[in-house]
């Protein structure tokens, strides 16, 4: 009963959780252990050196080679334990599993905008599968807000002008408390809501009820289309842009020698500032698109780029330079 009102330490619903827990639970056992033998030598050396016990000052001191090694060696070795047992979490937790399932947020003054893959969008919640790993792709409108589940032990910037990633796999079914935990605001105390774990059959059960929206992709066709994209983009020899299919993961050259991977962030850069990092062989002809998307449909169109693949296998492989020499 308390529990549900008060807790100091929050439930564990995530598999790396518990290896939070445990990092945490050593470094405040250890500092009890340090404090606490400090303290008690202080008390113990107050009394037994008193004045009234050596009334004798003796001038000059002694060294001890031995116990000066104890006390530098062994710290040391428990600090590189910390640093190196903590690394291990921090690129477990910055890696997320190649099967992972994709999910979009926007953090906006003051709310987290959520869409999932199929087309079903949310806000200040964020339903999940249980055991299954999910990663979130994620960016702001505005301020840098962070997307903070206590119970999945997982905190994570929210930037605009960026795009953040974090996962997490929950393994345990519920709700749980989703915060903001960067000041953005007025409101910031505000910018909460839930996360809510559930079986695979009733989160499918979930995509499928409520108001469907388009799915990003379509969504992100729609735009491309409508923005006339095509008129440009298109997968054709005599294109005055470069080919889009297949481009998310791809390694670019650009006009300044530079080679690249074509990333999320890359395609955002791209559309919202053509005129920064140009593909090397093409003119710098595209417009801006700053001021006419929001991050959303930024999302959606990377969700569509995403989509376009090439048909022909071959394609994929060609090698940077012939693929070059191939171009104006
Ligand atoms: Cu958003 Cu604090």
């Not at 919640?125 to 505005?142: A, F, G, N, Q, Y």
């Not at 929950?170 to 989703?178: D, K, P």
């Not at 500032?273 to 959606?300: C, D, K, T, W």
Request: glycine share 6%; hydrophobic share 40%.
């Amino acid at each position: 009963m308390v529990d549900d009102i008060f807790r100091l330490h929050p439930v564990n619903a995530s598999t790396t959780g518990s290896w939070v827990d445990w990092h945490y639970f050593f470094l405040v056992g250890m500092s009890l252990v340090i404090s606490i033998g400090i303290s008690v030598a202080i008390i113990i050396l107050a009394f037994r050196y008193h004045r009234s016990r050596t009334p004798r000052h003796e001038p000059g001191f002694e060294t001890n080679l031995k116990l000066e090694l104890t006390w530098i060696i062994i710290p040391f070795f428990i600090l590189m334990g910390i640093f190196v047992w903590s690394s291990i979490i921090f690129f477990h937790k910055r890696t997320p599993p190649v099967d992972s399932m994709e999910i979009y947020v926007v953090g906006k003054q003051w709310m987290w905008k959520i869409q999932h893959p199929g087309g079903r969008s949310e806000i200040d919640e964020l339903h999940i599968p249980v055991d299954r790993p999910i990663r979130l792709k994620m960016t702001s409108e505005d301020v840098i807000h962070s997307f903070y589940v206590p119970a999945f032990r997982t905190k994570m910037d929210v930037v605009p002008g960026m795009y953040t990633t974090t996962w997490f796999e929950a393994n345990r079914t519920g709700e749980y408390h989703l915060f903001c935990a960067e000041y953005c605001g007025t409101d910031h105390s505000g910018m909460i809501g839930r996360v809510v774990v559930m079986q695979p059959e009733e989160y499918s059960e979930w995509l499928r009820g409520g108001e469907m929206g388009v799915p990003p992709q379509a969504a992100g066709e729609a735009l491309f289309e409508r923005h006339r994209c095509n008129d440009c983009h298109v997968q054709d020899d005599e294109a005055r842009c470069p080919s889009l299919v297949g481009l998310l993961g791809r390694q670019v050259r650009l006009s300044d020698g530079q080679v690249i991977v074509a990333d999320e962030a890359y395609i955002r850069e791209s559309i919202l500032r053509p005129h920064e990092q140009i593909v090397a062989g093409y003119p710098s002809i595209m417009p801006s698109y700053e001021g006419q998307l929001n991050e959303e449909q930024i999302f959606q169109l990377i969700a569509y780029i995403k989509t376009l693949q090439p048909e022909d296998v071959d394609q994929v492989d060609v090698p940077l330079d012939e693929d070059l020499e191939t171009q104006p």
